[in-house]
């Protein structure tokens, strides 16, 4: 009976049941992961060698010292390993985080830092970006190259030589539903990113939304373009199908509407899984890509992580005869809370229902429950199985995120009478470019230490292509002249020390930044300003 227990907790870890599980299962010969590189090079990996694959991570992680609690992040694009890192990292009850490949030195040390990581896997390409900043991380013991030779004494190992003198099998301690396991960080409007953390029981919301919402059934060709520096690539990309059994396609090379298309038709995916902005970009491109591309097997085509809006279902009503299915949830959420799915009739604009067991609700700011039709915070009754667990080191960022029973997710949105969600905003001053979630405290506090600027302001404006885009308005000091170089130099120092994604794509040379009697940024001023609207009460600015 005891033994019993154990192998129900064994099957509770996420990793052991994306791969160990799977080969159990009989599907030990089943292409896990096609691998396709950035020049079309492809590469097969069954779940057998998914398995043994991050069996060996796990034992190289066991053999360093590295033991369950720690945490160990991957900052990679997307290479093959990349996932067994993860799933690797997961087996040995070792906290997963998730970095972009694109993240600047300042971006990776609060998270490194915060986190206390005592470990990295990256690559020849980014490790100077670590070195920079490795002084300032005592706790950060073992950077793994997957493309470099070790030098041990440094903390430096080669991801070959560890792997290769590492067993293949590998004995996953009982696992229970509160273990930790994968940490991302996300950006709020002040102060610095929050590091949200999820639990193995995750696998429960992953695992029946990639079944319920993206429909995958078992001889499904799936691909999730999100990179695994994002929820999308961690949920979508990794636990959902593999917990499934099913074949994903992961691509190396970066976006390009001929290549992708082909890319569809080609390895013939049943199932898509994008991003609005993504979708643009192929709207933008040659409408005959798609009509002499033979997409029939193409069943379903979902988006994710910014508001999809109905000129992009209508295109794709029109070039592809298909739907897209919208999707929202969060980092926090760990899955998707509200959708719109396969047989349910969509209406562009909206985000659909709520996923089974989901209980979503509107919500005045004190706390009344709206009514149909009502704009007001969006929120979920607690109590779904992905939830995160803490927000790491700031338990009162994550207290004041819950009031009578519910989390409060941030947006703002109404619910029409047929009971569908609609997506009104955010109720904090958080861009979302590209469906990436960029704080302007961040930014803000990037361009201070430019030797120039005397303050800044940061805030998204609408964009037609990346829903919103960044724009600083940057106050110089007396004396310094606007010129192309320096916004040459403001772009570059952003991109180097936040990430490519949040260099501003409009700088605006002003001669003050509005702030309320506190210091705060009026953001709202500087939205208005931009827009050229009513800038509304300003009672309490300073200037
Ligand atoms: C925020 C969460 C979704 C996982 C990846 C991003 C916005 C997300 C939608 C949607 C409108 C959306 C929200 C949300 N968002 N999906 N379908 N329609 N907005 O996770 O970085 O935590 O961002 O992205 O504002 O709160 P994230």
Redesign the pocket.
């Known amino acids: 009976m005891l033994e019993m227990q154990n192998e129900d907790k064994v099957y509770g870890n996420i990793a052991y049941a994306c791969t160990t599980l799977q080969c159990e299962r009989g599907l030990g010969n089943k292409t896990a992961m096609r691998w396709i590189d950035a020049h079309g090079g492809k590469t097969d990996f069954t779940f057998n060698d998914l398995d043994r694959e991050s069996n060996r991570f796990a034992n190289a992680l066991d053999s360093l010292g590295v033991t369950k609690g720690d945490i160990f992040f991957t900052f990679l694009p997307k290479t093959p390993e990349q996932f067994f890192a993860f799933l690797g990292i997961l087996k040995a009850q070792v906290i997963c985080g998730t970095l972009f490949s694109n993240f600047g030195e300042e971006a990776l040390l609060d998270r490194l830092g915060d986190s206390g990581a005592a470990g990295i896997v990256t690559r020849k390409g980014l490790f100077k970006k670590i070195m920079r900043i490795r002084g300032k991380l005592p706790k950060l013991k073992y950077i793994i190259l997957i493309d470099g030779d070790g030098e041990p004494e440094r903390g430096v190992f080669g991801y070959k030589d560890l792997t290769a003198a590492a067993r293949d099998e590998y004995e996953v301690q009982p696992t229970t539903a509160d273990t930790p396991s994968v940490l991302q960080y ?1 950006s709020g409007s002040t102060g610095k990113p929050k590091g949200v953390l999820h639990c193995h029981g995750s696998l429960q919301g992953q695992m029946g939304t990639a079944r319920d919402v993206l429909g995958l059934r078992h001889d499904d060709i799936y691909w999730c373009t999100a990179d695994q520096g ?3 690539g961690t949920s979508y990309g990794i636990i959902g199908p593999w917990s499934l059994g099913i074949t994903q396609i992961h691509y190396g090379g970066g976006f390009d509407a001929q290549a992708w298309v082909d890319l569809l038709a080609r390895e013939h995916v049943t199932v898509w899984y994008s991003a609005p902005t993504a979708l643009r970009m192929l709207m933008r491109s040659d409408e005959t890509i798609f009509t002499s591309a033979d997409l029939s097997e193409l069943r379903s085509i979902h ?6 809006n109905p000129e992009v279902i209508a295109w794709s009503r029109r070039v592809m005869n298909r739907d897209i299915y ?7 959420t760990g899955a998707i809370m509200i959708c719109n799915r396969p047989g349910m009739e969509i209406f562009p604009g909206s ?1 659909g229902k709520p996923a089974t067991g989901i209980e979503p609700a509107i919500v005045a700011d004190d706390g009344t429950i709206l009514k149909d039709g009502e704009q007001g915070n969006l929120c979920i009754k607690i109590g779904w199985p992905s939830m995160f667990s803490t927000y790491l080191n700031n338990e009162s960022a994550y207290a004041s995120k819950f009031k009578n029973g519910y989390y409060y ?3 703002t949105a109404r619910r029409d009478a047929n009971g569908y969600y609609w ?1 009104m905003g ?1 109720s904090d001053d958080v861009i ?1 470019t590209a ?3 960029i704080s302007p405290f961040e930014i803000e506090s990037a361009l201070l230490e430019i030797d120039e600027i005397a303050e800044s302001g940061v805030i998204g404006a609408p964009d037609e292509l990346l829903y919103e885009k960044v724009v600083a308005f940057v106050h110089l000091h007396e004396g310094v002249v606007p010129t192309k170089d320096l916004e040459l130099k403001i772009r570059l120092h952003v991109s180097n020390k936040a990430s490519s994604i949040a260099t501003p794509q409009e700088i605006i040379f002003c001669d003050g930044i509005p702030k309320n009697k506190s210091g705060k940024i009026m953001r709202r001023v500087l939205r208005a300003r931009y827009s050229g609207a009513d800038i509304g009460d300003t009672s309490t600015l300073e200037i």
């Not at 988006?303 to 999809?308: D, H, I, N």
């Open positions: 996300t994002w929820i999308t988006s994710v992580g910014e508001p999809l919208d999707t929202w949830f969060q980092t926090e985000m997710t941030g947006d997506f955010r979302n469906g990436h979630l």
